[in-house]
C-alpha cells in the first residue's frame, strides 16, 4: 500500500471538470489526486462531444430566459479565453474564423440584441464573403451571417495538458482505478495492481452521468441527475470555415483535421439511461438540418455516433439545464457539472474557491455592501 500523505483532495473522474479543477487545486499548492476508472484520462462527454469552444455565440440567443442566456453565454467567453491561452496548440484550424448564419430572417433583430446584451463579438459578412470563407454553404438558404469567434479545439490536447500541468503542480493523476473506500479522512484506490491510500479534506466527485452510481455506493444518496442523448455526424472533411445556424434545430458544423463534424442546435433527447447507443430517427432530424446548411457530396459517408449528457434539475421541466452544477453532497464532498466543457474553467474557479475556504480556515470578513439591505431592485421606466 503506498499513502499520498500530502494530498488532501480526492477527484473522482478525469473528463474536463476533474482535470480542470485539479489543475487549479494544484495551482494553489493542494496536491489533488484524480483517479479515472478509465485505462486512459478523459473517457466520456469530454472525449465524444463536437470540440466546439464556444464564445457565447449561440448561448446568448438560444436561452429563453434571458439572464441565463447571458450567464452562460459570458461564461463560455471566460472558458474560451482560458483555453485558448492555456493551450493554445489544441486549437484547430486557428487562422480560419469561423461563421455563424441565421436561416431567419425574422430573428436577426433579437439574435444581434441578445449578443450585444451579453457581449459577444460578431461582426456581419456579405453573401458573397459567406459563400468564399465556405464553399459548401447553402447561402440560398441563409438569411445573415457573422464572423464569430467560436473555435474548434481538440479535447484530448487539453485534458492531456492538464493532466501535464497536474503532476508538474504537485498533483497526481491515476487511470484505471477501482475506489475501495472513499471517506474524508480516509479513501483508498488500486491502479494496475497497486493499492494506495489518502487521507483527503475534500472529495469532489466529477464522474459526468456516472455520478449516481459513486453517490449511491458511497454515500448512499444520489442527485436529481437527468440524462440526455445527443447524435453528432460525423463526415469527410467540408472545405472552408467551421459554420453553424444559430436557430433552434438547425445544423452546425466544425473541422477535426481531414473530418467534419455536424450537430444540432437543441438535440436533446430526454432518456432514462446513460446510452452512446445511435437512434436513428433522431440521427436522421440531424442530416436533414445539415442538408439545409451545406451540400455534402453524395459519395462522402455520414456516420452517426451518440453520447448522453446530464443536467440537475430541482423540479420538473423539460429544458435542459445549462447551468453550472455543484452540489454539496456532504460536508467537504461537492458532486460537480460544468454544463459546456467551455465553462469548465468557470466551474473549476468556483470549486476551488470553496475548496481553499474549506482547508486553509482563512475566510474573507463581507464588505459593508454585503450586509447592508438593499431591498428590492429598482427597475427603470422606459
Ligand atoms: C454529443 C455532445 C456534444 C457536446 N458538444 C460540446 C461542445 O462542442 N462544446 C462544449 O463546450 N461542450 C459540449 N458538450 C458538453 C461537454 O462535453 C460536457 O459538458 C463535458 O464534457 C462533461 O465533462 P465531465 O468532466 O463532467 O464528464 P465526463 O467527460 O463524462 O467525465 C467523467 C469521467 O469520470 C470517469 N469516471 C466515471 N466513473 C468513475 C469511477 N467510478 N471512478 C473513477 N472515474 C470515473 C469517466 O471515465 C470519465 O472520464 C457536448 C456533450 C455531448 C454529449
Same mark, same amino acid.
Given at each position: 500500500m503506498i499513502e499520498l500523505p500530502k494530498s488532501k483532495v480526492m477527484i473522482v473522474g478525469a473528463g474536463i471538470a476533474g482535470l480542470m479543477i485539479a489543475h487549479r487545486l494544484a495551482q494553489y499548492g493542494l496536491h489533488p489526486t484524480v483517479v479515472e476508472a478509465s485505462e486512459k484520462i478523459a473517457a466520456g462527454a469530454t472525449i465524444r462531444n463536437q470540440g466546439w469552444l464556444h464564445a457565447g455565440t449561440i448561448h446568448a440567443q438560444s436561452i429563453a430566459d434571458p439572464n441565463l442566456s447571458t450567464r452562460v453565454a459570458q461564461r463560455c467567453m471566460y472558458g474560451h479565453d482560458y483555453f485558448r491561452r492555456f493551450? +493554445? #496548440?489544441?486549437? #484547430?484550424? +486557428?487562422?480560419i474564423p469561423s461563421l455563424a448564419v441565421t436561416l431567419s430572417e425574422e430573428r436577426i433583430p433579437e439574435i444581434i440584441d441578445r449578443w450585444e446584451e451579453a457581449g459577444v463579438a460578431f461582426r456581419p459578412i456579405t453573401r458573397r464573403s459567406l459563400e468564399t470563407r465556405c464553399p459548401a454553404i447553402l447561402s440560398q438558404n441563409v438569411a445573415a451571417s457573422w464572423i464569430v469567434k467560436d473555435l474548434t479545439i481538440d479535447s484530448r490536447v487539453v485534458c492531456s495538458r492538464l493532466a501535464v500541468a497536474i503532476q508538474r503542480d504537485g498533483g497526481c493523476v491515476f487511470t484505471r482505478c477501482r475506489i475501495g473506500k472513499l471517506r474524508l479522512g480516509d479513501a483508498s484506490f488500486e491502479s494496475y495492481g497497486v493499492e494506495y491510500k489518502l487521507s483527503p479534506a475534500f472529495v469532489i466527485v466529477a464522474a459526468g452521468h456516472w455520478t449516481n452510481e459513486i453517490l449511491t455506493t458511497h454515500w448512499n444518496m444520489t442527485v436529481a441527475m437527468r440524462f440526455w442523448k445527443s447524435h453528432l455526424l460525423v463526415t469527410r472533411r467540408v472545405p472552408g470555415a467551421a459554420v453553424f445556424a444559430v436557430d433552434d434545430g438547425e445544423a452546425g458544423i466544425v473541422h477535426h483535421g481531414d473530418r467534419s463534424v455536424a450537430g444540432m442546435t437543441g438535440d436533446n433527447v430526454l432518456c432514462l439511461e446513460p446510452s452512446n447507443e445511435v437512434d436513428q430517427a433522431e440521427a436522421e432530424k440531424i442530416r436533414a438540418a445539415l442538408s439545409r446548411l451545406i451540400a455534402i457530396p453524395t459519395d462522402a459517408p455520414v456516420v452517426p455516433f451518440a453520447c448522453t449528457k446530464v443536467d440537475i434539475v430541482d423540479q420538473a421541466s423539460s429544458i435542459r439545464n445549462l447551468d453550472v452544477e455543484v452540489v454539496n453532497v456532504s460536508q467537504n464532498v461537492l458532486a460537480v457539472f460544468p454544463g459546456k466543457m467551455t465553462e469548465a474553467p468557470f466551474l473549476a474557479d468556483i470549486v476551488a474557491r470553496e475548496v481553499v475556504e474549506a482547508l486553509n480556515g482563512i475566510t474573507t470578513n463581507d464588505r459593508p455592501i454585503d450586509s447592508i439591505k438593499v431591498g428590492a431592485p429598482v427597475v427603470a421606466a422606459l
Open positions: 493551450c +493554445p #496548440e489544441a486549437v #484547430e484550424n +486557428p487562422t
